[in-house]
């Protein structure tokens, strides 16, 4: 069993880096940290940097978690190769571009790559937020997209230390490993991709102040302000360049009792399922992930070790 303790960051490659780091330096509201070796860095809490934009091709490349120590990535690596996924050992250069002290990186059985690291760099300097009146707290969560959301719930549940909250009827896992309702979730889609990168707000003024904004500055809104059933956050969800989802939230439910919750199955075609407002409930687009390849494979050999994992479940 693989422990997670946290999320730590989302790295999207960028055709137009300028573009990218603008809107989320001005509209989102993100700190902009400066750049290395082509890689620029994004704050919105206490961690470095919770988003990075690579120069380069346009699409998602990894997502990190957060592990505790030496010792759980070591077993990390083991447990996972040892249900037939393979794992590339982060470079000392690939780990100080991510600000972590170490890490390994794998593909999930749908083609999603994950960075299991431990030691992410903080940034102890007091945040003064590009865009103070965005509201934001923190990265609150991430999604990605998978075929079937039943097999890749499976896979996080039976291999990490994490529990589904709750299921829209063959449409989304969202899933937990600390009290709050959701850090990951896993939506249904046909091709690998990072659906959306949630920051959560501090109060409800800031969704609709930032909707109000988003709207001045011709941003498409791709579903909200509307209230989730499942976990009860209020949201907005809204598409930057490089086709990159991003969504505020606020007041996501907390689960305390893990044995006293039973996940509830929401059906998408009723009414308020997605929003309980009545609000569009067509999904946010996804950004597609980039298949790399990992020192001595090639990206052709990562392709099929994507498809005999897809294969296999
Ligand atoms: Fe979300």
């Known amino acids: 069993m693989i422990e997670l303790v946290d999320i730590g960051y989302v790295r999207s490659g960028a055709k137009d880096v300028d573009t990218a780091v603008g809107f989320a330096r001005d509209i989102v509201g993100m700190k902009y940290q400066g750049a290395d070796d082509g890689v620029h860095y994004l704050r919105a809490d206490k961690r470095q940097h919770c988003l990075a934009f690579v120069e380069g091709e346009s699409g998602v490349l990894s997502s ?6 030496d010792k759980a990535l070591h077993n990390a690596a083991k447990h996972l190769e040892s249900i037939g996924i393979r794992v590339h050992r982060g470079t000392d250069e690939e780990a100080r571009s ?7 990186s794998f593909d ?3 083609g999603n790559k994950f960075d ?3 030691g992410q760099m903080h940034d102890p300097s007091f945040l003064e937020l590009t865009r103070a009146s965005s509201g934001i707290t923190e990265f ?9 959301i039943y097999k890749a719930a499976e896979f996080w549940t039976e291999n990490f230390n994490i529990k589904v909250s709750d299921w829209v009827q063959n449409n989304a896992a ?4 600390n009290p709050v309702h959701h850090t990951l979730a896993v939506f249904q889609g046909d091709e690998p991709g990072l659906c959306h990168m949630n920051f959560q707000v501090d109060e409800i003024d800031a969704i609709f102040r ?3 904004f988003l709207k001045e500055h011709d941003v498409e809104i791709e579903q909200g302000p509307g209230r989730h059933p499942q976990s009860g956050a209020v949201f907005l969800y809204f598409k930057g360049p490089e086709g990159f989802t991003y969504e505020y939230s606020w007041n996501v439910r907390l689960i305390h009792d893990d044995d006293a919750w039973i996940p509830r199955t929401f059906d998408p075609t009723m009414f308020g399922a997605i ?4 609000g569009s409930s067509q999904k946010p687009s996804t950004q597609r992930q980039i298949l790399t390849a990992d020192n001595d494979a090639d990206a052709a050999a990562v392709q099929a070790l994507t498809e005999a994992a897809q294969t296999r479940v």
Not at 275 to 278: L, R, S, Y
């Open 174 to 177: 969202l899933m937990r490993f």
């Open 210 to 212: 930032n909707w109000n």
């Open 64 to 69: 990190g978690l957060v592990l505790r120590d």
């Open 108 to 110: 999930d059985p749908w």
């Open 116 to 118: 299991l690291v431990i």
């Open 275 to 278: 929003d309980m407002w009545g």
């Open 98 to 104: 991510r600000r972590v002290t170490d890490f390994i």
């Open 140 to 148: 609150g969560h991430l999604c990605v997209d998978a075929k079937d």
